[in-house]
C-alpha cells in the first residue's frame, strides 16, 4: 500500500465513523496514518542520509527517523518496510560512525527481512554493505560473492545506477586481488551503464576509480 493509499484509506475510516457510526474504523484507521508515519520517517532519513553524503555532518536526526520507521513497520506486520528501515539504520552505523560491529546485526536482519517480503531492491542494498563488512575483514572472496548477488538482483530490477556503482567496487575489489586490467574493464563498464542511465554522479565516481586505479604514472598530470 502506498502513502497516499493509506491517506485515503484513513479518509474513508473517518467519514465511516463520523457519518456511518463504525467507532471501529478508527483502530484501522490509526494503524494506516502509522503506515504513512513510518513512510515519511524512512523518507525523511533518507534524506539525511544523502544530506551526510555531501556535507560529512551527521544529523542526530537521522538515525532516530530510521529507528522510528523501523518499529512503526514491525508493529504494523510490514516486513518489507522494516527490512528497509532496518537496512538504512545498519547503513548509518557503517557508513556515518564506522561502527561495522554495530552495522551488522541491523544488515542480518535486514536480510531476514527482504528475503521474507521478496524485496530484491532492499536485498541488493543489503548484500552490497555486507560485502563492505567482509572487504574490511580481509575475506575478499566471500566480498565478491555477494557484491557479485547484489548486482545480479540490481539488473533483475533494473536498478541500473546501483549495477553502476557495483562494478565500481568490485573493480576497486580485482585490484586489491592483484587484476589491475580486469579492474580498469569493470570501471569502463560501469561507466557506460551510469552513461546510459544519465548517472552523472557514478560517472564522476567512475573517473576518479579510474585514476586511482591506474598503473603507477599514467594518472600524472591529471588536474
Known sequence: MTTADRIELARELYERAV?????????????????????????????LHARYLAEEVEDPRELELFERAAELYRQLGDERGEGEARFWVGCLHQVIRGDGDAAAPAFARARELATRAGDKLTLSYVLRHLAFLDQAAGRLDATRQLMEESTRLRREVGFLPGVAANLLALGYLAAEQGDPEGALGLVDEATQVAEACSAHGIVRWAEEARTDLAPAGEGAGRP
Not at 25 to 33: E, G, I, N, S, W
Open 19 to 47: 457519518f456511518g457510526g463504525d467507532a471501529d474504523a478508527l483502530v484501522t484507521a490509526d494503524r494506516a496514518l502509522d503506515g504513512v508515519e513510518a513512510d515519511l520517517a524512512l523518507a525523511r532519513g533518507r534524506v
